[in-house]
């Protein structure tokens, strides 16, 4: 059976608006002939001794764990996870720590492009979008959020667009067994500068990265940052997205795959 591969990931760039202003990562290329002297003084020959006075072509990079396309550890979220289902919790899971069946399941696309920028997606928006789409979530599938926010990638209004999901929807998932999720958005969360305005219009402070600490009450995983959500069909598809080993880390990078047989 032939299968189509759909690549759900980001590319590192420079000098592209991919995060908040002084996050974004930065990228510097070294390339054949900028390497070939440093090789030569160390073999003790001239450069003209190398191939067409060549050696390797090399990035050096400055990024955080959450540049790109990358999967959030419950560590990132709070201290403690899981403390709807233990008396007290437990130390939240680094991303060296995850569990990998987490990582490669059949997913469910849920599209949310309709929504405003800045709107909080609630249990009634799920249960909605799976009734239109009629699927039934099943443990341990991996759902990802279509936004807006995935056509405005590198765009200066990247960090602000798309809708986020709320603590309520995100528990919602949770409690049928859903432990990956994911969003094209730069954030799970709504855009920060709405919950701002939000809390500046008095709203409560507990609506500051409420999504994210869903994980405390249940861990789980969501994936930022991703890409060509509009090509995926709403099921019928498997994603793979595990995550980099960073040692004790709130996060690694992922080269997120969607594979559908046709």
Avoid at 71 to 94: C, K, N, T
Avoid at 103 to 114: E, M, S
């Amino acid at each position: 059976m032939p299968r189509r591969y759909i690549d759900l990931s980001v590319a590192l760039k420079s000098g592209i608006r991919s995060d908040p202003p002084g996050s974004e990562p930065k990228i510097t290329y070294l390339d054949h002939h900028q390497t070939a002297q440093r090789m030569a003084d160390y073999m003790g020959v001239p450069t003209s001794a190398l191939p067409e006075g060549e050696y390797a072509a090399v990035e050096r990079v400055e990024i955080s764990t959450h540049n790109g396309t990358h999967v959030d550890a419950p560590y990132h979220y709070f201290s403690r996870q899981d403390e709807a289902l233990i008396a007290g919790g437990r130390p939240s899971l680094r991303i060296d720590e995850m569990p990998l069946d987490w990582f490669h399941n059949p997913g469910v696309k849920l599209d949310f492009r309709h929504f405003e920028d800045g709107y909080v997606v609630q249990p009634a928006d799920v249960e909605a979008e799976l009734r239109r789409i009629g699927h039934v979530l099943k443990p341990l599938e991996i759902v990802v959020v279509n936004t807006r926010a995935g056509s405005r990638y590198g765009e200066d209004d990247y960090v602000d667009s798309g809708c986020g999901m709320s603590k309520a929807a995100t528990l919602w998932l949770l409690e049928r067994g859903i432990r990956v999720v994911g969003t094209d958005g730069w954030s799970w969360d709504a855009p920060f500068s709405f919950t701002k305005k939000r809390i500046e219009e008095g709203g409560s402070p507990d609506l500051i990265w409420e999504g994210h600490r869903a994980g405390r009450e249940i861990g789980y995983s969501h994936i930022e940052k991703l890409h060509n959500l509009e090509l995926l069909p709403p099921d019928g598809f498997e994603v793979i997205c595990f995550p980099v080993k960073v040692y004790r880390g709130s996060a690694g990078w992922t080269r997120a795959v969607a594979i559908i047989d046709d």
